[in-house]
């Protein structure tokens, strides 16, 4: 069944600082929080002026499902999501007030899914990646026997990373839910002084790591080297890719990332130069282009990658797939 997002004006539930540059917001939506996924984000205008212009994409760090039972406003439905200040957009956020109303677009993209076959989990987070892992952890807790793919929930360690202690989130859920954390900051403040894919590097070189399936979010440098060291293994690695959005459905071609399958022949050429596109297109037909140096040499084959768009493809991505250049 196809989803389609929605437009809605939803009410701030709870508004939170939790670290230095880290805040909480929940926000009820009973028409998103219905239909989100573990991995999907939403657009968030960040107040009513059109001045920043474009929303801003944040993925879900919580999904609170309509309930039938209301205890609380958010048993009505709606999602949590997790925010670094970085810029304008994210400082004029830390303004929001809980009661006042924001417009948001959601649910978009496609979240993580469950690689068969797979019976331990590892997570791999940097920083304000690790809140949108959590509700992809408490999602694999709730698999039982008899649901599809993991017939029962695998065994989970989170990894977490960070500049510094203040930067560290989620050691607390995972205490609360039973599931191994490590830790490392690069400067030493908590757990192991390093970054977190130095934790992935010896996890997979002294643990067990068959039927494994690694799952990674964070800035782009470090999913890049959690797919390079996850490849190395061999091992199903799923990442929640970060791009510059402007319309966050598919419709600007600004969120782009070069992707490995399926190149359909004569279509996304962008990667040629232009004498190159222009020899595809001649050799389709069987001519040879003349230039006034002479005969320019006819190249037929289509890069071998396409450019898929973050917002609608991802922002989860099988990591081999993605051309991390
Ligand atoms: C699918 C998706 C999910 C995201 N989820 C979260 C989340 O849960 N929590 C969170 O804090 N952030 C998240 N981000 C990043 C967040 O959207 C940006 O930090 C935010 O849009 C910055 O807005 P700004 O106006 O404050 O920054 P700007 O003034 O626009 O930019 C400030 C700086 O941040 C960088 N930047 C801006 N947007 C991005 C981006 N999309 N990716 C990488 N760098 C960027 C710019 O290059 C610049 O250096 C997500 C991004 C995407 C694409
Ligand atoms: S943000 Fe417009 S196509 Fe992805």
């Known amino acids: 069944m196809k989803i389609y997002p929605k437009e809605v004006k939803a009410k701030i539930f709870l508004h939170r600082r939790i670290s230095s540059d880290y805040f909480r917001l929940q926000l009820a939506c009973p028409e998103i929080g219905r239909l989100a996924r573990p991995g999907q984000f939403l657009m968030l205008r960040v107040n009513e002026l059109q001045d920043p212009f474009l929303r801003r994409p944040f993925s879900f760090s919580r999904i609170f499902p309509p309930r039938e039972k209301k205890r609380n406003p958010m048993d009505e439905g709606g999602v949590e999501i997790c925010y670094q200040t970085v810029g304008r957009g994210t400082l004029l956020m830390t303004r929001l007030q809980e009661g006042q109303r924001l417009d948001l677009l959601g649910p978009l993209g496609n979240g993580f899914w469950p690689e068969e076959g797979c019976t331990r989990v590892i997570l791999v987070g940097g920083g304000i990646g690790v809140p949108p892992l959590l509700t992809w952890a408490q ?23 960070g500049k510094d202690k203040e ?43 068959e039927a494994t399936a690694i799952y990674a979010c964070g800035p782009n440098p470090m999913l890049a080297r959690v797919a390079q060291v996850t490849d190395q293994f061999d091992l199903p690695c799923q990442v929640s890719l970060e791009s510059r959005m402007a319309c966050g459905v598919g419709a ?27 020899n595809s297109f001649a050799a389709a037909e069987g001519e040879e282009r003349t230039t006034r140096e002479g005969v320019i040499p006819v190249i037929s084959e289509a890069p071998p990658f396409r450019y ?6 991802g922002p989860v991505f099988d990591a081999r797939k993605i051309f991390w250049d």
Do not use: Y
């Open 139 to 161: 999602e694999l807790k709730k698999k039982r026997p008899g649901k599809k793919k993991f017939t029962r929930a695998p065994e989970m360690t989170f990894l977490i990373g």
């Open 167 to 209: 930067k560290i989130l989620g050691v607390g859920e995972c205490r609360r839910w039973g599931i191994e954390a490590q830790v490392a900051t690069e400067d030493g403040s908590l757990g192991a002084k390093g970054v977190v894919t130095d934790l992935l590097e010896k996890e997979l070189m002294t643990g067990r790591h």
């Open 252 to 278: 600007c071609l600004g969120c782009t990332v070069k992707f490995r399958e399926g190149v359909p022949p004569g279509e996304n050429q962008e990667g040629q130069s232009a004498p190159e596109r222009a």
């Open 308 to 313: 898929a768009r973050v917002c609608k493809e």
